[in-house]
């Protein structure tokens, strides 16, 4: 992904264009690098505790759905 997504520090706020996904070989595969970098970029400047936030979502206890 290096060259194609960027960022605006002054607005807080990461880039990823439109025609760089479009015109990408393997559009998910960029998606998915963006995704995962930014998640990793905004939970390190956060301080989040990402070992618990990354959990394996099948080690979280099932929820009841909620009575409407």
């Not at 880039?15 to 996904?21: G, I, Q, S």
């Not at 990402?50 to 009841?64: I, N, V």
Request: glycine share 12%; charged share 30%; proline share 7%.
């Amino acid at each position: 992904m290096a060259g194609t997504a960027g960022g605006r520090e002054d607005l807080g706020l990461f880039l990823l264009p439109y025609d760089a996904v479009r015109r990408s070989a393997d559009p998910d595969a960029i998606g998915l690098d963006f995704l995962r970098s930014t998640h990793e970029a905004a939970a390190d400047g956060a301080g989040w505790d990402r070992s618990t936030l990354e959990t394996d979502p099948g080690r979280l206890p099932q929820l009841a759905p909620r009575e409407t």
